[in-house]
């Protein structure tokens, strides 16, 4: 055979085993066959592997093309591993991941195959890319039949892939789809965050601690004796997701009544004398002197840089010096989690008495007295009054989200906003998704959603300034938004027109 095709064909093969493949893992005909047979593997690709293959399923896929895909399958594997649906369905189909930073890495016509948005298929990629390579291998080969004319009559042995990845992985623990996309917009790995935050056991980042030391002017973090160790790698996002979650979940919710559990959990490993976090490149002058107690001196180079490093166990609050030295995501983090008003927020929401799956934006349940304020001064009834002060307060007041927080039909809501309309105490927006809106002007910070102007002071955000947790507005009881916010409407807006 020409030289040439030799070496298309060899490229051709890592390319389309390209998930599959890594030095002393040696790569096996039934994982070949899977992906081969997978209707989502590319014509050039699956002719490569037959090659290679040859035999009976070569034949097959000559005579046959792709096996048919089968959403039952799906559910099956979900049902028994724990798996997300994205994550079940891009592992059936021979694992397509391509590489990180391959956002196109499945096209339009691969996803509708896979019943998938890229978004869905994106957050899966990320976690089935930290799964070893050996094991995805393993799971793929025992998902061929003994006889390969099975896998086109029917399709995979799923019931023998299953066991294998309980057996190398573990069951994992399951989370809401909708819960994961909605928290996928805020971060890249959500999947992880809500499984270990839906179940926290020993073992898990949670509850290890590890040991630090600088390499190369990195932090690299070791566990002593076993489990994940918690690092700067977890932080930003647990302590992003904690917000997050403690301002979205409605109560009952059983990963919302984990909450501050894992805000404990998190206090305790910062508090870990061996954990260092974040890193940056400074000139010494560039630094305080003294330098804080929360700052180690890392590695000196040549070009007269020094790395320097985060001691969370030395930072007792979040006004310390040594958090705006390290200017990288994990000192935002750190602050966040020694906010005193954050606490609290984390602390009310197993007192709140709200109902199951009510939820604390609903100022009739949180904040009735605060409502009753509103009514009176703005001549309003209770309902009308909870809409006015939602929409004062909230950075969020979208009509999907209205209509979810009061438990109101389309009718009701409109009616209610028409009330406020008439009585010029808000105006219409034109922003997507949301018809009402504070009058004034907006602000469009990084990182969230644009808002009105007058609610700034609210989440301590200026113009032209970050959020100061960045994708979190609402780090503070709900309860003490909506009494600020009333507070200053009460003082500031005129009585309202009829």
């Known amino acids: 055979m020409d030289d040439r095709l030799v070496e298309r064909d060899a490229g051709l093969l890592r390319d389309a085993l390209k998930a599959l493949i890594e030095d002393e893992v040696p790569v096996r005909p039934g994982v070949m066959a899977i992906v081969a047979a997978s209707p989502v593997t590319a014509p050039e690709h699956r002719d490569v592997l037959a090659r290679v293959l040859g035999g009976s399923v070569a034949?097959?896929?000559?005579?046959r093309g792709p096996v048919a895909w089968r959403p039952q399958d799906v559910a099956q594997v979900c049902a028994a591993t724990g798996l997300t649906r994205a994550e079940s369905a891009l592992l059936l189909a021979g694992l397509p991941l391509r590489d990180w930073d391959d956002d196109d890495f499945l096209s339009e016509a691969q996803l509708a195959v896979l019943g998938l948005t890229a978004r869905e298929a994106t957050i899966a990629r990320m976690e089935l890319m930290t799964v070893p390579v050996e094991h995805r291998v393993r799971v793929l080969d025992a998902a061929m039949p003994n006889e390969p004319a099975v896998l086109w009559e029917d399709g995979p042995d799923v019931g023998r892939l299953c066991a294998t990845w309980i057996a190398l992985q573990g069951h994992r623990t399951p989370v809401p789809e909708q819960l994961l996309a909605d928290l996928g917009t805020v971060m890249g790995f959500p999947t992880g965050i809500l499984r270990?935050?839906?179940?926290?056991?020993?073992?898990?980042?949670?509850?290890?601690?590890?040991?630090?030391?600088?390499?190369?002017?990195?932090?690299?973090?070791?566990?002593?004796?076993?489990?994940?160790?918690?690092?700067?790698?977890?932080?930003?996002?647990?302590?992003?997701?904690?917000?997050?979650?403690?301002?979205?979940?409605?109560?009952?919710d059983p990963i919302r009544a984990n909450l501050d559990r894992v805000y404990q959990l998190i206090r305790d490993r910062l508090r870990n004398p061996d954990l260092?976090?974040?890193?940056?490149?400074?000139?010494?002058?560039?630094?305080?002197?003294?330098?804080?107690?929360?700052?180690?001196?890392?590695a000196s180079y040549q070009s007269g840089l020094t790395s320097y490093h985060l001691r969370p166990a030395a930072i007792a609050d979040p006004d310390d010096p040594a958090l705006n030295v390290v200017p990288d995501h994990s000192p935002i983090a750190v602050r966040l989690m020694l906010d005193p008003a954050f606490e609290g927020m984390i602390r009310t929401l197993e007192t709140s008495g709200l109902p199951a799956g009510a939820y604390s934006q609903n100022a009739l349940l949180s904040a009735p007295d605060t409502v009753e304020r509103i009514a009176v001064r703005f001549g309003l009834n209770r309902p009308e009054a909870s809409l006015y002060l939602q929409v004062l307060a909230l950075p969020d007041p979208t009509e999907q989200n209205l209509l979810r927080w009061n438990g109101w039909d389309d009718r009701q809501l409109a009616?209610?906003?028409?009330?406020?309309?008439?009585?010029?105490?808000?105006?219409?927006?034109?922003?997507?998704?949301r018809r009402l809106a504070v009058p004034g002007p907006w602000l469009s910070p990084r990182f969230v959603p644009p808002f009105e102007a007058s609610k700034s002071a609210l989440y301590g955000v200026g113009p032209g300034e970050e959020p100061l947790y960045r994708w979190v507005l609402v780090t503070r009881p709900l309860t003490d938004l909506f009494h600020d916010a009333a507070s200053r409407a009460i003082i500031e807006v005129p009585h309202p027109t009829h």
């Open 196 to 252: 270990v935050f839906g179940a926290p056991r020993p073992g898990d980042w949670l509850h290890t601690d590890g040991r630090c030391r600088i390499e190369a002017g990195a932090v690299l973090t070791e566990a002593a004796d076993g489990g994940e160790p918690f690092s700067d790698r977890h932080l930003p996002s647990a302590a992003t997701g904690l917000a997050w979650l403690a301002y979205h979940l409605p109560a009952g």
């Open 59 to 63: 034949d097959l896929l000559r005579q």
């Open 415 to 433: 009616d209610l906003g028409s009330t406020l309309l008439a009585k010029r105490l808000l105006v219409e927006s034109d922003t997507p998704g």
């Open 276 to 298: 260092l976090i974040g890193t940056v490149l400074l000139r010494n002058d560039a630094v305080p002197t003294p330098l804080p107690p929360g700052v180690m001196v890392g």
